[in-house]
């Protein structure tokens, strides 16, 4: 167990919709990340947040936003979904924001597997 | 734009083979790190390598990270079933140490 927690395991919804993808860090981690992992595209950076700060963009679609809590759970919204966006979306966690030369190591949660239908 | 390269794709062997995965960068790594994912998983880190040249042991895994930094190495002996799953490698895009680009992985299928 990571202690990353990430709700819900499934999600199946139609095209359209919107969906929220949430993620609770482990106990002291104020750094969260979103992935997106297909088969086809491996495992794809989305966004970064650092205790409650956007640090990082990757390639998040402008139909996807995030943000993070004071809490510091983040939550992942998808909006607008297309059969595309069906993958397993992770949430991970790491201590710090990855400065110094050096990448903290993430702690994955054990993933959101989203079907849109 | 700087990409990150895994070879092979997949691999499988019988039970006592060894394996390696390489993991080749584009640009120069200030650090690379390594996961495994199992499959129905989630990727879990393994290790992290910062020095040129730097090889680091982990039982039967071997890591290497290439003197000029832009390629790393994972070696597995004596492969057992427990080893199935996915190898990434990961490095931090230039000039921004918080984004991290992976590699596709190496899918690893081991026949007992």
């Known amino acids: 167990d990571s202690g990353v927690t990430q709700t819900p395991k499934h999600l199946i919804t139609a095209t359209g919709q919107r969906v929220t993808l949430r993620c609770s860090p482990r106990?002291?981690?104020?750094?969260v990340y979103w992935y997106q992992q297909s088969l086809d595209q491996g495992l794809q950076f989305l966004i970064q947040y650092y205790n409650g700060e956007e640090r990082a963009k990757g390639n998040i679609l402008e139909r996807f936003s995030a943000q993070q809590f004071p809490d510091l759970h983040s939550e992942l919204n998808l909006s607008s979904l297309e059969l595309g966006d069906s993958a397993l979306y992770f949430c991970?966690?790491?201590?710090?924001?990855?400065?110094?030369?050096?990448?903290?190591?993430?702690?994955f949660g054990s993933g959101t597997q989203l079907s849109v239908l | 734009g700087q990409q990150v390269m895994q070879i092979p794709q997949y691999q499988h062997v019988q039970e006592g083979e060894d394996f390696t995965t390489y993991c080749n960068s584009s640009t120069t790594l200030s650090n690379i790190q390594w996961y495994k994912q199992r499959p129905g998983g989630h990727p879990v880190f393994l290790i992290q390598?910062?020095?040129s040249g730097e090889v680091k042991k982990q039982k039967r895994l071997t890591f290497q990270f290439g003197e000029a930094k832009k390629n790393s190495s994972l070696h597995i002996t004596a492969t057992q079933t427990t080893d199935v799953g996915t190898y990434f490698c990961?490095?931090?895009?230039?000039?921004?140490?918080?984004?991290?680009?992976w590699g596709l992985g190496t899918s690893l299928a081991v026949n007992p």
């Open positions: 106990s002291g981690d104020l750094s």
């Open positions: 390598l910062v020095k």
């Open positions: 990961a490095g931090p895009l230039s000039g921004n140490n918080r984004k991290l680009i």
């Open positions: 991970a966690s790491s201590v710090a924001t990855g400065t110094g030369g050096r990448n903290e190591k993430l702690f």
